[in-house]
């Protein structure tokens, strides 16, 4: 096990194991790239669920690629916070640093690694509103020396501040890990990608 995840383990006191495989030689085949090895044993040891920050009321969503057509997907279910962070780049290219790959959710905002190195243990993280969802003071891409595993040890324990995943308040948030149920996650996770009917002169009504 990697030691971040060790660390994460011990301070969210998660003391399971995931019921979620995922093929990693397929997902890394698919995307043409390995992810970081703290992120792949993360994956191992926490199900699917959300880190929560003490006071902070926006937690991480960390979930495991969904099977479309029952093939691990990593980017599927990041399409609409890849979308946003890349139509604010386009316009906005000072902004947003290019290669960035998603990796976890919050509420509205996306989670990536900058991808500097191509060694993907060197990768570090960034935070984006995607310039939609921010908040006043916070910038659209928020980046943060240090990895994935790191981030969420910092998130929850409160040691690392995120401006564009909100205010620290004084709510009844608290810190910790909360697993999605094995059935929601089956539910939710299994995709089918869109499919194209084709359509014959018959259909229309037209003679063939």
């Not at 003391?15 to 030689?25: A, F, I, K, P």
């Not at 905002?109 to 190195?117: A, D, P, Q």
């Not at 909360?178 to 359509?199: A, D, G, T």
Request: aromatic share 10%; net charge negative.
């Amino acid at each position: 096990m990697h030691e971040a995840v060790r660390r994460l383990a011990e301070v969210t006191g998660w003391t399971g194991r995931s019921y979620v495989e995922t093929s990693w030689d397929v997902v890394h085949a698919k995307l043409g790239f390995e992810l970081p090895s703290d992120y792949r044993d993360l994956h191992a040891v926490f199900p699917p669920g959300t880190f929560d920050a003490p006071g902070v009321l926006s937690g991480v969503m960390v979930q495991p690629p969904y099977r479309v057509d029952g093939v691990p997907d990593h980017l599927h279910q990041f399409e609409v916070e890849m979308e946003e962070t890349e139509n604010w780049r386009r316009e906005h290219p000072e902004d947003v640093p290019e290669g960035m790959v998603p990796w976890a959710r919050a509420d509205r905002e996306g989670l990536f690694w900058v991808c500097r190195s191509p060694d993907p243990e060197q990768w570090t993280v960034a935070v984006s509103s995607g310039g939609i969802w921010g908040y006043d003071d916070a910038p659209v891409v928020e980046e943060f020396d240090c990895g994935a595993v790191e981030f969420l040890i910092g998130f929850v324990t409160g040691s690392l501040h995120s401006r564009v995943l909100g205010p620290v308040e004084d709510v009844r948030a608290v810190a910790g890990f909360r697993p999605i149920e094995e059935c929601e996650w089956l539910r939710i996770s299994e995709k089918r990608s869109p499919q194209v009917r084709k359509i014959s002169l018959r259909d229309l009504g037209l003679p063939n």
